[in-house]
């Protein structure tokens, strides 16, 4: 089983400033996935990487894939109330199985 | 359309009952898991159907818990006896064929166990 290492476990940051979250594996992907959970709720997928590299963007929302595809990042400019959530990244193991980090709980006051 | 159907949102149990969760998945979606959360945790994958057959049930503790998705009507996660330690928010996703292989899959909003 491929373990997904998420940093920081938790972020309690002022409304309108950066974050960056991460997302490190040993092992190689084919492909990575970002969620956001809200309280009380399942998880929603935000973004799909593919390819080594890639960079995709939601609005504020940056995705990193790694060149290696073994890492992933989330950064969020200018955090709003309503980003807080826990941010879990996910990868697909053999047999169609998703795997998920332990999530970055993220709270963002105004 | 509607997404991934769960019921109960809530069932508390006593110790030693048994706990019955549904899930409906999306409409045209023939895979189904169910994940397991403890609060402020990541998910735990428990099994991994498609109709009339458990593909991997790898992640489920071999005694008191079982799954099925049969051919008509939704998946259904059993614990028999539960325990305190049953107590979390038990999640189901759905995808279509094959089609979660780096897609993503469509979660419900879960099912919180509680025991009592």
């Known amino acids: 089983t491929q373990l997904l290492e998420q940093s920081p476990q938790f972020l309690s940051i002022q409304e309108g400033e950066n974050l960056t979250v991460y997302c490190n594996s040993s092992?190689?992907?084919?492909?990575l996935q970002w969620y956001r959970q809200e309280p009380g709720e399942g998880p929603v997928l935000l973004v799909t990487v593919v390819t080594g590299g890639e960079v995709k963007k939601l609005k504020r929302l940056t995705f990193q894939f790694g060149d290696a595809r073994k890492d992933s990042s989330l950064h969020i400019t200018a955090a709003q109330p309503g980003d807080t959530g826990l941010y879990l990244c996910a990868a697909m193991e053999y047999g169609n199985k998703l795997v998920f980090g332990a999530g970055t709980i993220l709270r963002v006051k105004s | 359309n509607a997404g991934v159907m769960q019921n109960p949102r809530h069932l508390v149990r006593r110790r030693g009952q048994e706990a019955r969760l549904r899930c409906s998945p999306m409409?045209?979606?023939?895979?189904v898991y169910w994940y397991r959360q403890l609060p402020e945790e990541g998910l735990k994958f428990m099994v991994y159907l498609q109709k009339e057959n458990i593909i991997d049930e790898s992640g489920m503790p071999k005694e008191r818990f079982s799954a099925e998705f049969p051919k008509e009507g939704p998946s259904i996660l059993r614990i028999q006896q539960v325990v305190r330690g049953d107590s979390a928010a038990y999640f189901c996703?759905?995808?279509?064929?094959?089609?979660?292989?780096?897609?993503?899959?469509?979660f419900g909003s879960g099912t919180r166990l509680t025991v009592v």
């Open positions: 409409k045209g979606h023939s895979h």
């Open positions: 092992s190689v992907f084919s492909s």
């Open positions: 996703a759905s995808s279509p064929n094959d089609a979660g292989r780096g897609y993503g899959y469509t």
